[in-house]
């Protein structure tokens, strides 16, 4: 079992910045991937970043240059460093990690921490 804790969240003008971080209860490196979703009220929950173990990164495309995840596999954290936020980007934030054990997928989440952009 893995624990995910979000912080980092709040409330933040259009054109500013935040930090997520997830921290883990166990080593991030046996963790396939780690992502950042989000869910706005009434839309589903999407993927917003992604970190492999290899390093692979993806972004979804509303976030692509604004967004920069990272992961410190010493502090078993995850980063989501946000920029230029805009209103669109109100939501939920939840941690995600993925384990591969025998061709098996395991799906953790956070709690999640709410961002709110807005003037």
């Known amino acids: 079992q893995v624990q995910l804790v979000e912080s980092g969240g709040g409330l933040v003008q259009p054109g500013g910045s935040l930090r997520l971080s997830c921290a883990a209860s166990?080593?991030?490196?046996?963790?396939?991937?780690m992502g950042w979703y989000r869910q706005a009220p009434g839309k589903q929950r999407e993927l917003v970043a992604s970190?492999?173990?290899?390093?692979?990164?993806d972004y979804v495309d509303s976030v692509e240059g604004r967004f920069a995840i990272s992961r410190d596999n010493v502090q078993n954290t995850v980063y989501l460093q946000m920029n230029s936020l805009t209103p669109e980007d109100t939501a939920v934030y939840y941690c995600?990690?993925?384990?591969?054990?025998?061709?098996?997928?395991?799906?953790?989440w956070g709690q999640g921490t709410q961002v709110t952009v807005s003037s």
């Open positions: 995600n990690a993925i384990r591969v054990i025998l061709n098996t997928r395991l799906y953790y």
């Open positions: 166990r080593s991030i490196s046996s963790m396939s991937v």
């Open positions: 970190i492999t173990t290899g390093g692979t990164i």
